[in-house]
């Protein structure tokens, strides 16, 4: 295969010119490498490189002006802005950073294609003004905001021609002003170029570049190399050849000479292969599969292509083995990587910091980060441990005993000021490199590291040098604008092995294997997405590019890939629920309905290879040190909760109350129902406990009614830990939570006004008592009822639950009291027998009434416990018989705890 740099050098060379003393203009760098090595081979012996410069390069070497960046030309923006605009009605620079970084891309546009700015900036104020007259009455009389609204627009002009100043008096410029006058200088008559241009491998010029380009061509000091084929050429419905049409069409330089290199590479022998794959994994699990069929001669002829950046790591991680060397061209944005999203929540964390403290799930975020792991590990986890028990939701210093040299309070230390964060980020890179350095030696934590330093530098210099970065919202911005343009390059050997890149570093270079990735419409071509103030309509009118330009640039990348290409490969997510998932690109389409004869054009399905997930119960033997631990929690009594925790699952018991592993809670921003349930148990005690014992009356409710709020409030703060108001969903359910309270007592006092006794034996009263089994020895058991009362002499063993409840889960068949102990829905059942066979050890009593009051089915009133043939209910109160029934399932279930020859069997729940 001849590439079309070998053909460019080909032609360069039978033309007889010297390949050494041009300078080449290329859309990337890695065209220019590419234009160094040929030359350098076909050169003996080789001197010294060419001169290969980027589009850009060549603009400002001709315009003789710095480009910068556009994150650091915004100040110099807001100095232009300040110069028009009334003191009285100029924004902070906060509020400028808002509107301004689009109003500076529109200028790029305007400069880049030459707009007349007076022109166009009436014409935008004019259009502004119509479509805001279009939603209002012609006759109404303008507000204040649509004033100033118009007169935005009336003053873009003047921003931009102080902008205009203010770069020149610098000597700087934004991007379009450069192009600006590097199209002047190429128009001037004083402007003589040292050397001959040679442009290669471009194709959608700015009218600025096209101009320049023309001169440079009419006065014999260029010369221009398409990429064209004929196949698209010859077709002008076909939108991968749209600039080249007009530039043969429209260029004076075509009037006298013949647009060559037009080459016919499209329309011969390829094999195409469409393959529709599920999700990003399906994806690269496709691609891999192909290129592990591949010999290492046919590796290094081949080009990975990722139309989708984020699938760069997925596709390195799953390289078959016979892939030894590779190059990656494409950079990874250090924006996806662990190391930004630390440093952005760190300034995230100190800029919405309050009075309050620091809000709990930004604090979380830091130190859940794998690098602050890296530097703290027991200190992190030890104040994400402290923040989830105590519900903490603004986190303060005094919250922890933190030492100040720990890399803990580096980061939680209150920052107020720009300055402050930028040094503090220096002192935590430092101290995450001497981390690094000495554990993990990872050369990509390093270099994440690196390129994360040089973003906190531009910071720096940025903070220094203007006065109006003010405040961490401001600088926050400025960070967020950078890291995206910050690139994590990947070292390799560009002309060995397997390249990897993505769809733009792909210009003006050929491989003979082409295997595209993520070629879905919304990724290829990414469709309309545009970041500008400048109306569809005016940037037509005006000559401006839309979308549909930029949907014709990527089909021209697309469709010039295959012009040399033997074949392609291109695989697109068919997956239909995820976004850019299912809809396969048009540009595939097309490559069904339009291809040439000599293509052979296959669509398949890939399925990935999933191995099938067998997954088996856990056991877990019982061992001396199992049984230890187990004597232990008999001797300071086995609860209900835990007991039943067993039957849910031994392998929870094991790991809850044998290991004392327990399961961490989240922070509840919002109440949860256990804490709900929490509160509401809480309160009710404390109403009731100078109550007990005594025959209620209605002066004793009335009394109860007036101390609800207090007991609530109480209750509130120490559940959850705060002094604030309940708000948001907070105060919906602090409100949930009074109205149960309120209907406990209403329900209380209806009781009573029916003439009925209400005695409240005990609240929250603690039960406890010591069996004593054959071949264990004694055994304690425990368990805190709710609540215990009696309605006319009638016992009531009560438990509250903030969940719900049903009838069967509180029943149990006279037939099966097995059940108890190997049915975990039967958990609420045992339970409350439990609390009556507890209470029956302290007081003596023929029959009671046990059961439940669920807090979310208030209305059902007390579920009581029953024994049941499916529908029909044997009995409904608690006597000796079922506590005799129900000892000895307890007694069973105990000595199943204890026997070592029955190991711990893990249950799928």
């Known amino acids: 295969m001849i590439t079309f740099i070998d053909q460019v050098l080909d032609d360069l060379t039978a033309a007889g010119n010297n390949l050494l003393e041009q300078s080449y203009v290329v859309p990337s760098r890695r065209v220019g490498l590419m234009i160094n090595r040929s030359i350098i081979s076909r050169v003996d012996p080789p001197i010294f490189e060419p001169t290969t410069l980027s589009i850009q390069e060549f603009v400002e070497q001709l315009s003789q002006v710095q480009i910068l960046p556009d994150l650091e030309i915004l100040p110099y923006f807001y100095k232009a802005y300040l110069d028009v605009e009334p003191k009285e009605k100029q924004d902070s620079f906060e509020a400028f950073i808002g509107w301004a970084p689009t109003i500076l891309k529109d200028f790029n546009e305007i400069d880049r294609y030459l707009v007349d700015p007076e022109g166009f900036f009436n014409y935008l104020g004019n259009y502004k003004a119509l479509d805001t007259t279009s939603h209002w009455s012609l006759d109404a009389t303008k507000t204040p905001m649509v004033t100033n609204y118009l007169d935005f627009w009336k003053k873009l002009h003047r921003y931009y021609r102080a902008m ?224 989830r028990e105590k519900n903490i939701i603004y986190v303060t210093n005094d919250a922890f005993d933190l030492k100040e040299d720990t890399a803990i309070s580096l980061l939680l230390n209150t920052i107020t000021q720009p300055q402050q964060i930028i040094e503090r980020c220096f002192e935590l890179i430092e101290l995450l490199k001497k981390s690094i350095v000495g554990k993990t030696k990872d050369p990509l934590q390093l270099e994440q590291l690196l390129a994360m330093k040089e973003v906190i530098q531009e910071l720096a210099v940025l903070t220094r040098d203007h006065e109006n970065i003010e405040n961490l919202k401001t600088l926050t911005y400025l960070l967020r604008q950078v890291l995206p343009l910050k690139n994590l390059d990947f070292i390799g050997e560009p002309i060995q092995g397997l390249q990897i890149m993505g769809v733009l570093e792909t210009r003006a270079l050929d491989y003979e294997n082409i295997i595209m990735l993520s070629v879905n419409e919304g990724t290829l071509p990414a469709g309309k997405s545009q970041s500008s103030y400048i109306p569809y309509e005016m940037k037509r009118q005006f000559g401006m590019p839309t979308y549909s330009d930029k949907d014709s640039i990527y089909a021209y990348h697309f469709y010039r890939l295959l012009h040399r290409c033997n074949s392609a490969t291109f695989i697109y997510n068919q997956e239909s629920d995820t976004l850019g998932g299912g809809e396969k690109s048009r540009f595939l389409l097309q490559l069904e309905v339009d291809k040439p004869d000599a293509h052979i054009l296959k669509s398949i399905n890939y399925y990935s290879k999933v191995n099938p997930v067998t997954t088996s119960l856990i056991e877990v033997p019982k061992t001396e040190a199992y049984l230890k631990r187990l004597k232990q929690i008999a001797a300071n009594g086995f609860s209900p909760s835990a007991l039943t925790s067993y039957v849910r699952n031994p392998v929870d018991f094991f790991a809850q109350k044998i290991m004392r592993i327990s399961q961490m809670d989240d922070v509840e921003e919002d109440i949860a129902f256990n804490t709900m349930g929490n509160i509401i148990h809480e309160a009710l005690d404390k109403l009731y406990q100078p109550v007990q014992g005594k025959i209620l009356i209605d002066e004793d409710f009335k009394a109860i009614r007036q101390r609800i709020k207090h007991e609530l409030d109480k209750a509130y703060k120490e559940c959850y830990d705060t002094s604030g108001t309940p708000l948001g969903k907070n105060k919906l359910i602090y409100e949930v939570s009074h109205h149960y309270i309120k209907m406990m007592v209403a329900a209380d006092a209806d009781l009573v006004k029916q003439g009925k006794e209400l005695i409240i034996k005990s609240v929250e009263q603690q039960l406890e008592t010591v069996i004593d089994i054959p071949e264990i020895g004694q055994v304690k058991l ?75 089915k208030f209305s059902d009133g007390l579920i009581s416990f029953t024994e049941k043939q499916g529908r029909t209910v044997i009995k409904s109160s608690i006597d000796h018989e079922v506590l005799d029934r129900f000892e000895q399932q307890l007694i069973a279930l105990i000595k199943e705890l204890f026997d070592m020859n029955q190991p711990l069997t893990e249950k799928e729940v």
């Not at 009822?785 to 006279?814: H, M």
């Not at 039967?826 to 009434?849: G, H, N, P």
Request: charged share 25%; hydrophobic share 40%.
């Open 164 to 387: 205009v100043d203010v770069c020149k008096q610098n000597d700087i410029a934004y991007q379009g002003l450069a192009y600006r006058l590097a199209f002047a200088k190429a128009k001037s008559s004083k402007t003589t170029l040292q050397n001959n241009y040679i442009f290669l491998g471009l194709n959608a010029l700015n009218t600025a570049e096209s101009q320049i380009v023309q001169q440079l061509l009419e006065d014999k000091q260029a010369s221009i190399f398409w990429d064209a084929d004929a196949y698209f050429i010859d077709r002008n419905y076909h939108e991968a050849s749209k600039f080249m049409r007009e530039f043969k069409s429209n260029w004076k330089f075509y009037e006298s000479h013949p647009f060559e290199q037009i080459r016919q590479n499209y329309s011969g022998s390829k094999n195409l292969k469409v393959i529709g794959a599920t999700g990003n994994l399906g994806m690269v699990q496709a691609a891999s599969e192909l290129i592990s069929h591949y010999e290492p001669d046919e590796l290094k002829k081949t080009a990975i292509i990722l139309a989708d950046e984020q699938l760069l790591l997925p596709f390195l991680q799953a390289l078959p083995k016979n892939v030894s060397n590779y190059n990656v061209t494409m950079g990874l944005s250090l924006d996806k990587l662990p190391i930004a999203t630390l440093f952005k929540d760190l300034f995230k964390l100190h800029r919405e910091r309050t009075d309050q403290g620091f809000y709990f799930k930004n604090v979380v975020r830091v130190l859940e980060s794998p690098f602050v792991n890296l530097l703290s590990p027991v200190e992190s986890q030890k104040l994400l441990k402290v923040i």
């Open 782 to 856: 425990h368990g805190k009822v709710d609540r215990i009362d009696t309605v006319d002499g009638e016992l009531r063993i009560i438990d509250y639950k903030s969940g719900n409840a049903t009838k069967t889960q509180v029943s149990v068949d006279p037939a099966d009291y097995e059940a108890l102990i190997t049915d975990y829905e039967r958990a609420k059942a045992f339970q409350v027998l439990m609390y009556a066979y507890l209470y029956s050890k302290k007081e003596v009593f023929d029959t009671a009434t046990g059961g439940i009051i669920s807090f979310k």
